[in-house]
């Protein structure tokens, strides 16, 4: 054989040899379709992970991210009375009340009072000392105008929880002023109604037949963690007409407020307001005499404190 002829035998196997890698290097040229691995090595392949943790397989498994799951999603089931019972065993056994004592003092008011001619000073405070079922409560509210005590009063009362938001009270109210001095058993309820209003209504029971009611309603709206308005409302009524006391039978006045207070603590918090107060009736008759109106506006302001 001649060295042309070996050359060309020589470049001839050297061509064979290298074809698989040529045709692996433009596969990508290649227009028929790979050949398809066995179901079952995909399935392995899909779900046996590499050694850095994620699948080897370059498919992206649609079944374990929730794709291929077609069927419905079961709703929530509603809840029952079990759940409640589970979910909150209290309310099955009824409220437990705490058998230690604590107490409370409150001044909702503490007020100064701008008058026609004149200030004045306005109070209510309230305080307690018991149970959560059984309290004993001091009540006082009152006013002065121009240096003189208009009216003052104070109750001694027993207090009994009745529900969750209410209480029922008993006992005695002695009024300073107007007038003499007077002794009276008193009756009432007081708590939280629907809508969270605080209201207290209380009836008085006097010598000689005398009867009373005071009627009382506020809420409280927080238009900031800080800043609340109260909105209060207070009605006062007779059995009967008392000329010493300058009031009249049925419905004596009825006083309306509303007081911003900015609360730096829940225990100071100053305020300013409005107030509102009319008397009707015999009330209205008496103050009329003395030369005063029947119906009054006043700005006040004060302080709210508890301990």
Do not use: C
């Amino acid at each position: 054989m001649s060295r042309v002829s070996q050359r060309a035998v020589v470049a001839l196997s050297l061509m064979m040899a290298t074809a698989p890698a040529w045709s692996q290097d433009h596969s990508h040229h290649a227009h028929a379709p790979e050949p398809q691995a066995p179901k079952q090595s995909q399935d392995h392949a899909a779900h046996r992970p590499s050694a850095a943790g994620v699948p080897q397989s370059g498919h992206h498994d649609h079944a374990a991210m929730g794709h291929g799951d077609t069927s419905p999603v079961e709703p929530i089931p509603p809840i029952t009375d079990a759940d409640r019972a589970a979910a909150f065993p209290l309310l099955v056994h009824g409220m437990h009340h705490a058998s230690e004592r604590n107490s409370f003092v409150l001044i909702d008011r503490l007020e100064a009072v701008d008058l026609d001619h004149g200030n004045g000073q306005a109070w209510e405070a309230q305080a307690w000392f018991g149970t959560d079922l059984d309290r004993l409560w001091l009540r006082s509210e009152g006013e002065r105008e121009r240096g003189r005590t208009e009216s003052a009063d104070l109750e001694l009362l027993y207090g009994r929880s009745v529900s969750p938001w209410w209480d029922v009270v008993a006992g005695l109210k002695h009024d300073f002023k107007p007038g003499d001095s007077r002794d009276w058993a008193a009756l009432g309820v007081q708590g939280m109604s629907p809508y969270k209003f605080e209201v207290s209504a209380t009836a008085y029971f006097g010598e000689g037949g005398a009867a009373s009611a005071r009627l009382e309603a506020e809420y409280e709206l927080l238009l900031t963690s800080r800043l609340i308005l109260q909105p209060r409302v207070e009605a006062e009524l007779f059995g009967q007409g008392d000329t010493q006391r300058g009031v009249g039978s049925g419905l004596s006045t009825v006083e309306a407020g509303l007081r911003l207070r900015y609360e730096f603590t829940r225990r100071f918090a100053p305020y300013v307001g409005v107030t509102w107060e009319r008397a009707y009736g015999g009330t209205a008759d008496h103050r009329r005499d003395e030369g005063e109106s029947a119906e009054d506006t006043r700005l006040v302001g004060g302080l709210r404190l508890w301990f």
